[in-house]
């Protein structure tokens, strides 16, 4: 079984800065794509940030410029550095991690979510 764990949320100001991290763990053989999602209140959830195996990452317009996600592949964790967060950057950050779990010959492949922590950005 494979658990996700977000960290980091909290309550910061206009123009402050937040780091995420999301643990992966238990029964691991790999772990491909890597994202973070956010969602506000009263809005669907949306992409923020993938990242791949190799590192190569993407991010929504909404926060190009200002935040920034990498991975440590040896300790299964994503990050997401938040710099200049807005009030609209206020939502339940969820990590999303593409797994295959399992020993061999018995392997699975599934998507996981993790719990979320929620970022709010206010004075």
């Known amino acids: 079984q494979v658990q996700l764990v977000e960290s980091g949320g909290g309550l910061v100001r206009p123009g402050g800065s937040l780091t995420l991290s999301c643990a992966a763990s238990g029964s691991i053989f790999s772990i491909y794509a890597m994202g973070w999602y956010r969602q506000a209140p009263g809005k669907q959830r949306e992409l923020v940030a993938t990242?791949?195996?190799?590192?190569?990452?993407n991010y929504a317009d909404s926060v190009k410029g200002r935040f920034t996600v990498s991975r440590d592949n040896a300790k299964n964790t994503m990050y997401l550095q938040m710099n200049s967060l807005k009030p609209e950057d206020t939502a339940v950050y969820y990590c999303?991690?593409?797994?295959?779990?399992?020993?061999?010959?018995?392997?699975?492949?599934?998507?996981?979510w993790g719990q979320g922590t929620l970022v709010t950005v206010s004075s």
């Open positions: 990242i791949a195996s190799g590192g190569s990452a």
């Open positions: 999303n991690a593409e797994v295959l779990s399992g020993t061999a010959p018995n392997y699975t492949y599934l998507e996981h």
